[in-house]
């Protein structure tokens, strides 16, 4: 098997497809069925991220490529064998290649995928697992209503037990030592994006200038001001899957970041010979790449600075955990933490969201302050 990406020439109604994965025989001749599940799975199905790209092209390469290596049929679904060609696999990656147990749960979901998409298409006649209920952990005070079918849920009998690693945040000691350390005002007005609003890179490498106004000058009367995230109003914003949203940003931090606009982007503004939408510029007055990557090497190295190892998605973890916290510990806001949550951070399902419940009940006993005032109180000693 090989794996190729395709350049520009790939072309699908109309529009250019670069990086997009291709999967070949040895023949060189292609893989049909996979290739197909790519359309319909990364341009046309739920996902529609270039982000999930490269983990949907590599899984099924890896499952291919066994399923070649060892002469056997993938639509073979009735071997007559006690393990699937799926189960084979899987205990094919945990035994012999030691891979992780997070690496093969995400490869198997996408073999999982194409499955379910071949039976639609009529390629098999069934599918080579089944679902069965497992019992699942209840969860705590207000989510109880949220688990529908008493404790039980349907889980493909082929995965192994999701890992239950939690993400990683920061403190708040650990935000004042990362910001303390970060000397460049455009890296530190970056960050403190992504410490307010829960955005992921690419949100914060595309977010407009035109989305920064005068908090005093606004029509919004409310503490929180209301901000549209829209990929398609000719702002060059970029979300994942092309989705609108809506969040909510301060007044002070909106403030904060007007006031950035009008001091100290336009050093960066003026080495360019045109003007440029995104609100951060690098040091050559231009925008970021539109996937964000260049920010992780730039908080990672702050966070060096700072005796850290930190990323950028951790930033939007850190907002994630110590909102849901500040939230639940002020009932009177009258939301719904996690419903909150869920649409600040642009979550499709609100079981994504859970895991930062899960971060908040391991942090019950902590004496934990509200988030947004620690950053204000943070904002005003700098």
């Not at 098997?1 to 497809?17: C, F, H, N, R, S």
């Not at 060892?70 to 084979?88: I, N, Q, T």
């Not at 190892?309 to 951790?314: A, F, G, L, S, W």
């Given at each position: 098997?090989?794996?190729?990406?395709?350049?520009?020439?790939?072309?699908?109604?109309?529009?250019?497809?670069p990086?997009?994965?291709?999967?070949?025989?040895?023949?060189?001749?292609s893989?049909?069925?996979?290739?197909?599940?790519?359309?319909?799975?990364?341009?046309r199905?739920?996902?529609?991220?270039?982000?999930?790209w490269?983990?949907?092209?590599?899984?099924?390469?890896?499952?291919?490529?066994?399923?070649?290596?060892?002469?056997?049929?993938?639509?073979?679904?009735?071997?007559?064998?006690?393990?699937?060609?799926?189960?084979?696999?899987?205990?094919?990656?945990?035994?012999?290649?030691?891979?992780?147990?997070?690496?093969?749960y995400?490869?198997?979901?996408?073999?999982?995928?194409?499955?379910?998409?071949?039976?639609?298409?009529?390629?098999?006649?069934?599918?080579?697992?089944?679902?069965?209920?497992?019992?699942?952990?209840?969860?705590?005070?207000?989510?109880?209503?949220?688990?529908?079918?008493?404790?039980?849920?349907?889980?493909?009998?082929?995965?192994?037990?999701?890992?239950?690693?939690?993400?990683?945040?920061?403190?708040?000691?650990e935000?004042?030592?990362?910001l303390?350390?970060t000397?460049?005002?455009?890296?530190?007005?970056?960050?403190?994006?992504?410490?307010y609003?829960?955005?992921?890179?690419?949100?914060?490498a595309t977010?407009?200038?035109?989305?920064v106004?005068?908090?005093?000058?606004?029509?919004?009367?409310?503490?929180n001001?209301?901000?549209?995230?829209?990929?398609?109003?000719?702002?060059?914003?970029?979300?994942?899957?092309?989705?609108?949203?809506?969040?909510?940003?301060?007044?002070?931090?909106?403030?904060?970041?007007y006031?950035?606009?009008?001091?100290?982007?336009?050093?960066?503004?003026?080495?360019?010979?045109t003007?440029?939408?995104?609100?951060?510029?690098?040091?050559?007055?231009?925008?970021?790449?539109?996937?964000?990557?260049?920010?992780?090497?730039?908080?990672?190295?702050?966070?060096k600075?700072?005796?850290l190892?930190?990323?950028?998605?951790?930033?939007?973890?850190?907002?994630?955990?110590?909102?849901l916290?500040?939230?639940?510990?002020?009932?009177?806001?009258?939301?719904?933490?996690?419903?909150?949550?869920q649409?600040?951070?642009?979550?499709?399902?609100?079981?994504?969201?859970?895991?930062?419940?899960?971060?908040?009940?391991?942090?019950?006993?902590?004496?934990?302050?509200?988030?947004?005032?620690?950053?204000?109180?943070?904002?005003?000693?700098?």
């Open positions: 098997m090989k794996l190729v990406w395709a350049t520009e020439d790939l072309v699908i109604a109309g529009q250019p497809y990086g997009f994965p291709i999967l070949l025989w040895n023949s060189m001749e893989c049909i069925p996979a290739n197909q599940f790519f359309r319909h799975y990364l341009l199905g739920a996902i529609r991220s270039k982000r999930s490269p983990s949907t092209g590599r899984a099924l390469y890896d499952f291919f490529s066994f399923i070649e290596a060892h002469d056997l049929d993938w639509h073979d679904v009735d071997r007559g064998e006690a393990k699937s060609l799926v189960a084979a696999y899987r205990d094919y990656c945990l035994d012999s290649c030691k891979l992780a147990p997070s690496t093969t995400q490869r198997l979901h996408y073999i999982c995928e194409f499955y379910e998409f071949s039976l639609n298409q009529g390629w098999v006649k069934r599918l080579p697992f089944t679902y069965e209920e497992r019992l699942v952990k209840r969860q705590r005070g207000f989510l109880m209503h949220l688990d529908a079918r008493g404790g039980k849920a349907m889980v493909n009998d082929v995965m192994p037990r999701k890992p239950k690693a939690l993400p990683k945040f920061l403190s708040m000691v935000v004042k030592a990362l303390a350390a000397e460049n005002p455009h890296h530190r007005m970056m960050m403190r994006l992504a410490l609003t829960g955005l992921r890179r690419e949100e914060i977010f407009p200038l035109a989305y106004f005068d908090p005093d000058k606004s029509e919004q009367r409310a503490r001001l209301r901000i549209c995230l829209d990929p398609f109003d000719g702002s060059g914003m970029a979300t994942k899957g092309s989705k609108p949203r809506e969040i909510r940003v301060s007044r002070k931090f909106m403030a904060e970041l006031r950035y606009v009008t001091k100290v982007r336009g050093e960066r503004a003026s080495l360019s010979k003007l440029q939408r995104a609100l951060f510029l690098n040091q050559f007055g231009e925008p970021y790449s539109a996937d964000g990557k260049s920010l992780n090497r730039i908080i990672s190295e702050a966070g600075q700072a005796g190892k930190v990323h950028t998605h951790m930033l939007r973890h850190t907002y994630a955990t110590h909102t916290v500040s939230l639940q510990r002020n009932p009177e806001s009258g939301l719904e933490p996690l419903v909150y949550l649409r600040q951070l642009g979550h499709s399902s609100i079981q994504t969201t859970m895991v930062y419940l899960h971060l908040v009940n391991e942090m019950a006993d902590q004496a934990v302050l509200a988030y947004d005032d620690e950053l204000n109180a943070l904002a005003g000693a700098a």
